[in-house]
């Protein structure tokens, strides 16, 4: 009997990574059964037999034998004088086994029997990718980059499996070429034109959630919890935690000695500067907490509106600001509440540094102020707005808005 010889015949599925050899002899038992039935109406008196470790294939027909006449259904019996060419001792009321050839299924047969092969084992590698990297998503993952484009970078898994790392999923400061170790989190995973993609991601805040279990024991155990993360990747983040444990300390356990869990994380996230607060009920604590290392003089909390009228020294407020108003703006995001800073200054017993006024005097203003000598907000106002005018050019509306921004600063 002519067999099927699976590795020679379907050499090229062995390009195919994610598919076992006894699935793919699964697979190929469905796809003969189907032709079968195609071909003979029912597959019940055939049987299929594989040799997963030789790669071979048997296909067996069982039929009864009756007398020549009597033949009624050719797919569960065959004729005496049928039988005894097979076997010359067979007798009427006995089961003969005939092989199939795969030559009996015709040419047009065999090739549709390749193509519906590949496109099942096609079918299921995509499906086991998908639900693969379904179940990873929200992990860390490490790849090699395979090809860096504009928009998008194309990793590749231990199993040589395509993800993906949009451009806008990458910290500004990333920089790769082809071979670099790549980690990232699995974003989502997604068929496209019944293919998966799956998205990576260095930005989001799970991505440094999962850092940070990775480098804090307690947190990975759940005697620390991370209640919530706040991130301007590259930059800066916040993140609060909570023990229930009062004999640990969750921030100094997040930090480590001098910083040393929570530096190989920094690097990872391109020198992302990172606040790890103490998580409170306490609206007016928390907020302070969060706009570290900046102090707070008092604080007026709205609790309706989810507002914060935030007050301090006029040297604290660039620290509550922060570089490109990043410490402000993820302070409200970790709170839930608009904070509001103001200068909380005492015309009679302080001054403050015109360089507090970044926010709202031009730089060059400034600059031009400080070129005559006036590097306050007190010397200004001790001179009159014509005097200003006369040593600084500036026109008349210009010196008038100074003037007002800062007498608001000493209402």
């Not at 009624?72 to 006995?94: C, M, N, R, T, W």
């Not at 231990?158 to 980690?183: C, H, M, N, S, W």
Request: charged share 35%; glycine share 4%.
């Amino acid at each position: 009997m002519d067999s099927i010889n699976l590795v020679e015949s379907f050499s090229e599925f062995k390009e195919f990574k994610n598919i076992d050899r006894e699935r793919m002899m699964r697979i190929l038992e469905d796809v003969f059964k189907a032709m079968l039935i195609k071909k003979y109406g029912s597959d019940e008196y055939f049987d299929i037999i594989i040799n997963i470790d030789k790669g071979d294939l048997e296909i067996w027909h069982n039929r009864q034998i009756v007398e020549d006449d009597e033949v009624e259904d050719p797919a569960s019996q065959i004729a005496l004088s049928e039988a005894i060419k097979i076997e010359p001792d067979f007798e009427v009321g006995e089961e003969v086994s005939e092989a199939i050839s795969i030559s009996d299924f015709g040419r047009r047969e065999i090739l549709t029997i390749r193509q519906s092969l590949v496109s099942k084992i096609l079918e299921y590698e995509k499906d086991s990718i998908y639900q693969k990297y379904k179940d990873k998503v929200g992990e860390i993952i490490t790849g090699e980059v395979y090809q860096v484009w504009r928009k998008e970078i194309l990793v590749l898994d231990d199993e040589g499996i395509e993800l993906i790392l949009p451009k806008q999923e990458q910290i500004p400061a990333d920089f790769y070429r082809k071979g670099d170790t790549i980690r990232a989190v699995v974003l989502k995973v997604e068929m496209v034109n019944n293919t998966p993609r799956i998205i990576l991601s260095r930005t989001s805040e799970i991505f440094l959630q999962r850092l940070i279990e990775a480098e804090v024991p307690e947190v990975y155990d759940g005697l620390i919890t991370i209640r919530r993360i706040v991130r301007e990747p590259g930059q800066r983040a916040k993140i609060a935690v909570e023990s229930y444990d009062d004999r640990i300390d969750p921030v100094g356990a997040c930090v480590g000695m001098k910083g040393s869990r929570i530096h190989g994380i920094v690097r990872e996230l391109r020198n992302e500067n990172i606040d790890v607060i103490n998580y409170t009920n306490n609206p007016s604590l928390y907020i302070t907490r969060t706009l570290s290392p900046a102090k707070i003089s008092s604080i007026q909390i709205d609790e309706t509106n989810k507002r914060a009228e935030v007050f301090m020294k006029p040297d604290q407020v660039s620290l509550a600001i922060g570089k490109g108003g990043f410490n402000i703006k993820l302070a409200g995001k970790l709170t839930g509440y608009e904070i509001d800073v103001y200068r909380d200054t005492d015309f009679d017993t302080e001054d403050v540094d015109l360089d507090e006024f970044t926010d709202e005097i031009d730089e060059w203003i400034i600059d031009l102020f400080k070129q005559i000598g006036l590097d306050t907000a007190k010397s200004v106002l001790e001179l009159s707005a014509e005097e200003i005018e006369k040593r600084t050019n500036l026109e008349t509306e210009t010196v008038a808005e100074v003037i007002r921004i800062l007498k608001a600063e000493f209402e």
